[in-house]
């Protein structure tokens, strides 16, 4: 039915009127049509297809799909053929997409029904893209970083990269490290960022990350506890230093009270049996799974030479001095070594000066008397000395009385 308006030219030249051509069995000779989509803005500079699809009912005719693509949403390239259901063929990955839709009834109408599209959904992913994760704090107790491990899906197409630094102002001044999945981590540093990029290379791809765990150890600190035992009316005790997981040192406490210290030593704990002091170390070598080491005796820890050493009160002027200072000239002391050298020094108080003198040993003395010849100028008004056996081999044990020789002067006050 066609409906049109007419102007008569009759008497009645003021009316208007609608003629209707009615008609039955007409035929239409439109057998074909095309629909172009609106402009799709994908937000993506280099947008990617994804799997895509479309709703339509054909009717025993026809409907074909392609998809176009255009860097500024004006200039298109060649329309490609699509298929509902699979991702566009990929033309050159630009921002602004399209659909074309052709539905045709093959040149025949036949009384059927005609082809309709319900709906067109295109689906499209950024071609690569990064993730930059927050800074993590592993704390001040990292001894190192470990496994780098990501579990990612989708598509192989993830690219990741690290950077650590001591504080959260040194990390971000440092460039990202590349780094594959399952290998170490370097260095120690306490804080970490890391970064994963991705690209879409398939149609296919769908590259995501699901998890990510980052691997460190810690220092363990003191693994062991401390002990202690009476020997010989010496109190024995053991402690670990702050930057060993073992009791690498013992502190010696005679019985007046007097404290020295030994380190170096892998001790456990103690031990009093048999008139024997006995300690036990957790080191092992891998076979033995660890030994017990008879102390008080010897000269060397595990076979590697023990060195110790002690320092004695400062000697002062009597009260009624206080106003001289005295000139060392020389120091007596007992002593009994095995064989070597040791190294005895002198304190001076009053110029906060510390001398050494190597002192030569004779092989197996018993006990002698040492003279210890200060060097010339040795002035203080307090003097001590100090002792230190590094020898292999050599034990030194120090007997009293040990003597001080000096002159005195008259201090000018000021």
Same mark, same amino acid.
């Not at 399209?98 to 295109?122: H, K, Q, W």
């Not at 095995?338 to 006990?367: K, L, M, R, W």
């Not at 002698?368 to 010849?373: A, K, P, V």
């Given at each position: 039915?066609?409906?049109?308006?007419?102007?008569?030219?009759?008497?009645?030249?003021?009316?208007?009127?609608?003629?209707?051509?009615?008609?039955?069995?007409?035929?239409?000779?439109?057998?074909?049509?095309? %629909? /172009? =989509?609106?402009?799709?803005?994908?937000?993506? !500079?280099?947008? #990617?297809?994804?799997?895509?699809? $479309?709703?339509?009912? @054909?009717?025993?005719?026809?409907?074909?799909?392609?998809?176009?693509?255009?860097?500024?949403?004006?200039?298109?390239?060649?329309?490609?053929?699509?298929?509902?259901?699979?991702?566009?063929?990929?033309?050159?990955?630009?921002?602004?997409?399209?659909?074309?839709?052709?539905?045709?009834?093959?040149?025949?109408?036949?009384?059927?029904?005609?082809?309709?599209?319900?709906?067109?959904?295109?689906?499209?992913?950024?071609?690569?893209?990064?993730?930059?994760?927050?800074?993590?704090?592993?704390?001040?107790?990292?001894?190192?970083?470990?496994?780098?491990?990501?579990?990612?899906?989708?598509?192989?197409?993830?690219?990741?990269?690290?950077?650590?630094?001591?504080?959260?102002?040194?990390?971000?001044?440092?460039? %990202? /490290? =590349?780094?594959?999945?399952?290998?170490?981590? !370097?260095?120690? #540093?306490?804080?970490?960022?890391? $970064?994963?990029?991705? @690209?879409?290379?398939?149609?296919?791809?769908?590259?995501?990350?699901?998890?990510?765990?980052?691997?460190?150890?810690?220092?363990?600190?003191?693994?062991?506890?401390?002990?202690?035992?009476?020997?010989?009316?010496?109190?024995?005790?053991?402690?670990?230093?702050?930057?060993?997981?073992?009791?690498?040192?013992?502190?010696?406490?005679?019985?007046?009270?007097?404290?020295?210290?030994?380190?170096?030593?892998?001790?456990?704990?103690?031990?009093?049996?048999?008139?024997?002091?006995?300690?036990?170390?957790?080191?092992?070598?891998?076979?033995?799974?660890?030994?017990?080491?008879?102390?008080?005796?010897?000269?060397?820890?595990?076979?590697?030479?023990?060195?110790?050493?002690?320092?004695?009160?400062?000697?002062? %002027?009597? =009260?009624?001095?206080q106003d001289w200072r005295k000139i060392m000239s020389h120091a007596y002391?007992?002593? $009994?070594?095995?064989?070597?050298?040791?190294?005895?020094?002198?304190?001076?108080?009053?110029?906060?000066?510390?001398?050494?003198?190597?002192?030569?040993?004779?092989?197996?003395?018993?006990?002698?008397?040492?003279?210890?010849?200060?060097?010339?100028?040795?002035?203080?008004?307090?003097?001590?000395?100090?002792?230190?056996?590094?020898?292999?081999?050599?034990?030194?044990?120090?007997?009293?009385?040990?003597?001080?020789?000096?002159?005195?002067?008259?201090?000018?006050?000021?």
């Open positions: 039915m066609t409906i049109w308006g007419e102007y008569s030219s009759s008497e009645d030249a003021t009316q208007d009127f609608l003629e209707l051509d009615d008609f039955t069995g007409g035929v239409s000779t439109i057998y074909s049509g095309t %629909f /172009t =989509s609106a402009t799709l803005d994908s937000g993506f !500079s280099t947008a #990617a297809w994804a799997s895509s699809g $479309a709703n339509w009912t @054909t009717n025993s005719h026809s409907i074909t799909a392609q998809t176009q693509e255009s860097s500024d949403g004006s200039s298109w390239d060649t329309a490609l053929s699509w298929s509902t259901g699979t991702a566009p063929t990929d033309g050159t990955r630009k921002r602004y997409k399209r659909y074309i839709l052709t539905l045709s009834t093959g040149g025949t109408t036949n009384g059927t029904a005609l082809p309709y599209v319900d709906d067109v959904t295109l689906s499209v992913l950024a071609s690569s893209g990064s993730y930059i994760s927050d800074i993590r704090d592993a704390g001040t107790a990292i001894s190192s970083w470990d496994i780098f491990n990501p579990n990612t899906a989708g598509g192989n197409n993830q690219s990741f990269s690290y950077r650590t630094g001591a504080t959260t102002t040194t990390l971000v001044a440092t460039a %990202f /490290t =590349s780094i594959a999945a399952g290998a170490d981590i !370097s260095g120690s #540093a306490r804080y970490i960022q890391w $970064a994963d990029t991705f @690209t879409v290379v398939a149609a296919t791809d769908n590259p995501h990350l699901d998890s990510l765990t980052i691997n460190f150890s810690q220092s363990a600190g003191a693994s062991q506890p401390g002990d202690m035992e009476v020997w010989n009316n010496d109190l024995w005790m053991t402690y670990t230093s702050t930057s060993s997981t073992y009791n690498s040192s013992i502190l010696l406490m005679n019985a007046d009270g007097k404290f020295s210290t030994l380190s170096g030593l892998t001790v456990y704990g103690f031990a009093a049996h048999n008139q024997k002091l006995l300690a036990g170390t957790s080191l092992n070598d891998g076979v033995s799974g660890g030994y017990v080491r008879q102390l008080d005796v010897g000269s060397t820890d595990d076979g590697n030479s023990v060195s110790s050493s002690v320092s004695l009160k400062q000697q002062e %002027f009597p =009260s009624d001095n002391f007992n002593y $009994a070594v095995a064989s070597g050298t040791f190294t005895a020094t002198i304190n001076e108080h009053f110029s906060d000066h510390a001398q050494n003198y190597t002192v030569y040993a004779s092989s197996g003395n018993i006990i002698g008397r040492y003279r210890l010849e200060a060097v010339p100028g040795t002035t203080a008004k307090q003097f001590g000395l100090e002792f230190t056996n590094t020898y292999p081999g050599s034990r030194l044990l120090l007997y009293p009385p040990i003597s001080y020789y000096f002159s005195k002067q008259k201090m000018i006050p000021q």
